[in-house]
């Protein structure tokens, strides 16, 4: 195994005997699953590779970053970040995966520094600008002679685009923009590495030329001096303080004082301004949304990600940690031998997986689009738009929800920062809010639901992910059996059926409403609670389908196959028993249909936990760059406890200056006082 970042253990000779219990029991080799998730078994010799290359790597050692102040975890993760561009560099990286491989292993639980320059920044500039804009600033992205952000947000609005404050205004007497913040509120807030790190932003801005209000453009504004570093004139900006996470960037503000720049440094590959200050409009109105789009799709997989780690850290535990008595006078059993456990700890896993195999579905739909696009198709945006939106939002708030239920799980020690869950959910946390509000994106998707029934109603029909609300509904579930709730086919016409209800009873509301002479925004507003749940119960369906689908197409050993598919029926078993009301509203179950799916819940249960171990240790997530001691792979757990708190800060002195300071003339005093 590679070697250790000084605080974060690695494998060692001995294994805990309890955790190696568990991978004898498996039912399939760990490795068959880690290549499927990777794609392929060279893809995954080729990531362990990649990630060597960090992991062995001394400039990526360092201290623990829980004994680091801000400071100190800002300038070193800028240091790595930098080291890790030199690397890529010499090491001649250049595929995307690979470079978020090096990354993940470089940067371990941290969030990588710079990562919207390579990520926002140069997507922009390659989706929105036109060619002859591209040849200058991807030069000087790749080479990094600029260092970029994406600078959307501000101070008083963030989802709203179209309530965005910051002006360009076109003067054609120069022929230059004039970005200027009208508003407090007008500031950009809250863009990584804005506050003292970057030296341009692409700037979302009001478009004013001739006097017209020409809706959200993209513009290219330098910011510091390539010199000294220092604001140029007209330009304020520097951090925004400690937040919830991301302790390592500088997430910050900017305001504008009437600063010029040129014309061409407007995005222009779909809308430009002639030098006159004539508007040409787009071919589409959401083609700027590309960006967007691609960002959510990563976001979506991401959440996958993070759940595997949580799931990771929290079943190996549970294996390691005993607790009470099953059986009076017998050995305390393993606490993911309790029911309650494996009920809070695997359908989170199972969640992982769908969400995995989701985030893989989403980017190969963004990739066709994208092929589409070139050809001058755009007639599959406006789905794949409601798509991402919805799935990000559903996706995040699950993920939240998941990683706080399995740090519980894993009691007291879970509240630890040597378990990495602090660490993890804090920088994970606020995907629920950037790259569009969750609440927003769900319900931008429950009104592209409503326009495609609509469709159905005007005879129009619909295609694609939203087909199901042109068929005929089964009016009662077919299941007869415990064993039918395996059937995939009978779960995902469950999950349409309530889907196609809250959707067309969304739309009814909606519908209402406008009949009382009510306008469309107050309609909408009036009937949220039924928008949100019909955008909810179609993401719901889509990742309960592409589960079943993912798996049904996997050319992978029988036995892998097999466990997926169990893991699989539990994600769609469990969801239909946390929203049993759903299901019973309409009578399409019945009480005894719910009775049959909680015994085949139980039984899906017992099915995964010979596997439980094994399916963590699939996703392959090297010690190093899980950075928990709950989650070691070799299970030993305590004795590391124990080392991580000897090497507190707070250690190094037996007795502390605040005793000398305050705690021993305290106690004098009450000794004193106590003698009286």
Not at 101 to 114: F, H, I, M, P, V
Not at 201 to 229: N, T, Y
Not at 639 to 654: F, H, I, Q, T
């Amino acid at each position: 195994m590679a070697a250790s970042v000084v605080g974060v253990p690695v494998p060692s000779s001995r294994v805990n005997p309890d955790i190696q219990k568990e991978r004898n029991t498996a039912t399939f080799d760990p490795l068959h699953l880690t290549y499927v998730l990777d794609g392929g078994k060279d893809r995954t010799q080729r990531r362990r590779y990649v990630e060597s290359l960090a992991l062995n790597d001394p400039a990526f050692k360092h201290k623990d970053l829980s004994f680091m102040d801000r400071e100190e975890r800002y300038t070193n993760s800028i240091r790595k970040a930098i080291h890790t561009v030199r690397r890529l560099r010499e090491l001649e990286i250049t595929d995307i995966q690979e470079i978020n491989w090096y990354k993940g292993a470089a940067n371990k639980t941290e969030e990588s520094n710079l990562q919207l320059h390579d990520s926002m920044f140069l997507h922009a500039i390659y989706s929105q600008m036109a060619p002859e804009q591209q040849g200058l600033w991807m030069e000087k992205a790749y080479a990094y002679t600029v260092i970029g952000t994406y600078a959307q947000t501000e101070l008083g609005h963030g989802t709203f685009l179209r309530g965005l404050e910051t002006t360009a205004t076109y003067d054609p007497a120069t022929q230059e923009f004039v970005l200027h913040s009208p508003t407090l509120t007008a500031m950009k807030w809250w863009p990584g590495n804005l506050g003292k790190t970057c030296t341009h932003a692409v700037v979302a801005a009001q478009l004013i030329s001739k006097g017209k209000s020409l809706g959200i453009h993209m513009f290219m504004v330098q910011l510091r001096s390539l010199e000294d570093h220092m604001p140029l004139p007209g330009i304020e900006l520097g951090d925004i303080g400690p937040k919830f996470g991301y302790a390592n960037i500088d997430n910050g503000f900017l305001r504008f004082d009437h600063v010029r720049i040129p014309r061409e440094n407007m995005f222009m590959k779909y809308s430009q301004i002639e030098p006159d200050g004539s508007y040409v409009a787009p071919p589409a109105a959401k083609l700027t949304y590309g960006s967007m789009i691609l960002i959510r799709a990563f976001i979506i997989g991401g959440m996958g990600r993070t759940l595997a780690k949580g799931a990771t850290i929290s079943i190996r535990y549970s294996a390691v940690r005993r607790q009470s008595e099953l059986m009076p006078g017998a050995k305390e059993p393993q606490v993911l031998e309790y029911q309650s456990q494996q009920l809070k700890l695997f359908p989170n896993l199972a969640t992982a997986y769908a969400f995995t195999f989701l985030g893989r579905q989403m980017q190969d739909m963004y990739a066709r689009y994208m092929s589409e696009l070139s050809s001058g198709e755009y007639s599959s945006l406006p789905e794949l738009h409601a798509t991402a939106a919805g799935l990000k939002a559903f996706t995040s708030w699950v993920m939240i929800a998941g990683m706080e239920e399995m740090r519980l799980a894993c009691g007291g020690h879970g509240y630890s920062s040597a378990s990495a869950f602090p660490e993890i959910y804090a920088n994970q946390n606020p995907a629920a809010t950037y790259e569009g509000e969750n609440t927003v994106m769900m319900l931008q998707t429950a009104r592209y639901l409503l326009k495609c029934v609509r469709n159905v109603r005007a005879g129009k029909g619909v295609g694609g992910v939203m087909s199901y609300l042109a068929e005929t509904p089964q009016p009662r579930s077919s299941a007869a059996n415990d064993k039918d709730f395996l059937c995939s086919k009978m779960l995902t016409e469950a999950y349409k059926h309530v889907a196609r209800r809250l959707v067309y009873e969304a739309a009814d509301r909606v519908t209402d409403s406008l009949k009382k002479g009510r306008a469309q925004v107050i309609a909408s507003n009036e009937n949220h609670l039924h928008l949100l749940r019909a955008g909810q119960a179609h993401c719901h369906l889509y990742v309960v389908d592409n589960f079943f689908s993912a798996v049904a197409e996997l050319a992978a050993p029988d036995s892998v196959k097999e466990v997926l598919q169990a893991l699989a029926s539990l994600y769609a078993v469990h969801g239909i028993i946390q929203n049993r009301g759903e299901f019973l509203y309409d009578g399409y179950l019945t009480g005894d249909q719910l009775a049959m799916a909680d015994r085949q819940l139980i039984a899906l249960l017992g099915t995964i936990r010979p596997n439980a171990v094994t399916l963590v240790d699939s996703f392959d997530i090297h010690d190093d760059i899980l950075g928990s001691i709950l989650g070691r792979y070799d299970g030993n757990v305590y004795e590391n406890l124990y080392k991580w708190a000897k090497s507190s800060p707070l250690n190094d002195k037996e007795v502390v200056d605040a005793y000398d300071l305050h705690i021993k003339p305290f106690l004098r005093e009450n000794i004193a006082k106590s003698k009286l």
